[in-house]
Nanobody
Framework: QMQLVESGGGLVQPGGSLRLSCVASRFKLEYYPIAWFRQAPGKEREWVACISSSDGRTNYADSVKGRFTISRDNAKNTVYLQMNSLKPEDTAVYYC????????????????????WGQGTQVTVSS
């Protein structure tokens, strides 16, 4: 069964860092666009960052630009989200997602563009 599994979440103080991982099973992540989304309690799921499979280009939401970095390790079939200078408003469940119908494509910030999702990992930023 094809799946995505996130890990790396946890509790961190404001200003701290975390690195989230998204590992794929039974398909090659490098062939497909990958995105990270997050959902805080009582809020809509929002796009955070994505990486295209066509050219490796990355895009970020304005709220995380300059603080978060998305990257891909093809040998490990893993996509990472490095999160620095974390703020309390970054607290959320973080999900990685992909669209297995679009090989070597640009990534999108639209939630409906992705049809495979991980189970999520909780990130809490608090002192």
């Amino acid at each position: 069964q094809m799946q995505l599994v996130e890990s790396g979440g946890g509790l961190v103080q404001p200003g701290g860092s975390l690195r989230l991982s998204c590992v794929a099973s039974r398909f090659k992540l490098e062939y497909y666009p990958i995105a990270w989304f997050r959902q805080a309690p009582g809020k809509e799921r929002e796009w955070v960052a994505c990486i295209s499979s066509s050219d490796g280009r990355t895009n970020y939401a304005d709220s995380v630009k300059g603080r978060f970095t998305i990257s891909r390790d093809n040998a490990k079939n893993t996509v990472y989200l490095q999160m620095n200078s974390l703020k309390p408003e970054d607290t959320a469940v973080y999900y990685c997602a992909t669209d297995l119908s679009r090989v070597f494509s640009e990534c999108s910030s639209s939630r409906i563009s992705y049809d495979y999702w991980g189970q999520g990992t909780q990130v809490t930023v608090s002192s």
